[in-house]
């Protein structure tokens, strides 16, 4: 009797060497993926830092107020920052970034700080309203 298929041993090497594959494949991705929000989080914080100096220039020279930057930069403003519909200036943003280190809806919030040195991780942005800086709010990243 003729019997057509694979041994046990055969099917054995096989999954084995597709183990290996795998065990080697995947840590690239996760590393491409790693590189890839980190270059989301790098063009987001020169849009925002770009907008904010764009609405300083259009607002009299202010900054917006930490409290309702999110609001101000994705909003239509009158020249004194009043939100207002008809605004002759914005919105800056469609939406405001998110911040991909920081997860859930904290990663869209912003905080107030003076330096890049008290990022936490508990907001996606930091913010100085008197001098218009803006970082990455998670430590890792705070150097940017």
């Known amino acids: 009797m003729n019997r057509k298929g694979f041994t046990l041993v055969e099917i054995l090497i096989v999954v084995i060497i597709l183990g290996i594959l795998a065990a080697i494949v995947i840590p690239q991705f996760t590393e491409a993926s790693n590189d890839a929000r980190e270059s989301a989080l790098t063009s987001d914080l020169q849009t925002l830092r770009s907008q904010l100096e764009l609405y300083r220039v259009q607002h009299l020279d202010a900054y917006p107020a930490a409290a309702d930057v999110v609001t101000k930069l994705t909003s239509r403003t009158d020249a004194d920052g009043t939100v207002n519909?008809?605004?002759?200036?914005?919105?800056?943003?469609?939406?405001?970034?998110?911040?991909?280190?920081?997860?859930?809806?904290?990663?869209?919030?912003?905080?107030?700080?003076?330096?890049?040195?008290?990022?936490?991780?508990?907001t996606g942005w930091e913010y100085n309203e008197t001098t218009g800086q803006i970082w990455p709010g998670d430590a890792a990243h705070s150097n940017l």
């Open 85 to 122: 519909a008809a605004g002759a200036f914005g919105p800056y943003l469609q939406k405001f970034p998110t911040n991909p280190f920081v997860s859930g809806a904290a990663g869209s919030s912003v905080g107030v700080g003076t330096t890049p040195a008290a990022a936490a991780g508990t």
